[in-house]
């Protein structure tokens, strides 16, 4: 079974989590090889602005050590054989075209997308 | 005879926060009263859907003692939902994502919910007929 995960909203959580949840889940579940592909949309395709840096947190003395990097583990993810995906429209719209985005991501247009969806047995949109 | 079929939820609202728990509630319940199968793996907060620790409170606003309130309780609605479940025919299994659950400190869940791993909610979806994710959003 081949699923698609759809990554919609970005920043959910991910300072108190140190990753995006549905990024994570990917992992972890590819893990138990299943067959993934992920699909950011959204203000989620700000995942793949490659210098983003989420470091410097400080609330009083405490300090976070391990900030989220979601470019960083998306990486990580296409090492793993899951091929990431990105809106090409969402990314224009935002500006983030011309911002040197994540190597080996997909760019795409919405109107290719049931093409893609039809690749999975199943679309999660989380 | 016809094939049973199994359907996976994914949550991830945690409790008192979103209309949406009670949407999936009633997906839960719809789904049990047609014989169905049903898995539900909850991922971040709805890990807190099943803690044990959750209480009833008054609700001065309404004028109204506890037993009054009669406030509604996550965990009671899975309670109720297993034991609609046995007289169904059908079989609820809930899992909570275990690193969640330890985050926020909510491991003591009710009985009958299990602490597992997203590779359980992999196992799951793909013995299931489909899968369902209800996110926060």
Redesign the interface.
Same mark, same amino acid.
């Given at each position: 079974?081949k699923?698609r995960q759809i990554v919609e $909203?970005a920043y959910? #959580?991910t300072t108190e989590e140190q990753d995006d $949840?549905?990024i994570w889940?990917s992992h972890?579940?590819r893990?138990?090889? #299943?067959e993934l592909g992920v699909l950011l949309t959204g203000n989620a395709v700000n995942y793949v602005a490659g210098e983003q840096d989420g470091s410097g947190l400080m609330l009083g003395a405490w300090r976070q050590t391990q900030p989220p990097a979601p470019a960083q583990d998306l990486a990580a993810l296409m090492r793993k054989d899951v091929p990431v995906y990105c809106v090409r429209e969402d990314l224009a719209e935002r500006g983030l075209m011309e911002c040197k985005l994540l190597e080996g991501i997909v760019l795409m247009s919405r109107n290719q997308l049931p093409r893609l969806f039809g690749e999975y047995d199943?679309v *999660?949109? *989380? | 005879m016809a094939t049973k079929h199994t359907l996976t939820f @994914?949550l991830?609202d945690a409790p008192f926060e979103s209309a949406r728990t009670t949407t999936a509630f009633r997906l839960l319940h719809a789904a049990l009263d047609r014989g169905y199968d049903v898995n539900v793996f909850a991922?971040?907060g709805a890990v807190a859907l099943s803690f044990a620790k959750q209480a009833q409170h008054p609700n001065a606003v309404h004028g109204r003692d506890v037993a009054q309130e009669d406030h509604p309780l996550s965990k009671n609605w899975i309670a109720a939902l297993m034991a609609h479940a046995r007289t169904r025919g059908a079989d609820l299994k809930w899992v909570n994502c275990g690193l969640c659950v330890d985050e926020r400190g909510v491991g003591e869940a009710i009985e009958g919910a299990q602490r597992g791993?997203? /590779?359980d909610?992999?196992?799951m /979806?793909?013995q299931s007929s +489909? +899968?369902l @994710?209800i996110? +926060?959003?």
């Open positions: 079974m699923v $909203t959910r #959580a $949840t549905v889940i972890a579940m893990g138990a090889s #299943a199943q *999660w949109r *989380w | @994914v991830m991922y971040e791993s997203p /590779a909610c992999w196992k /979806a793909q +489909t +899968t @994710v996110p +926060t959003k």
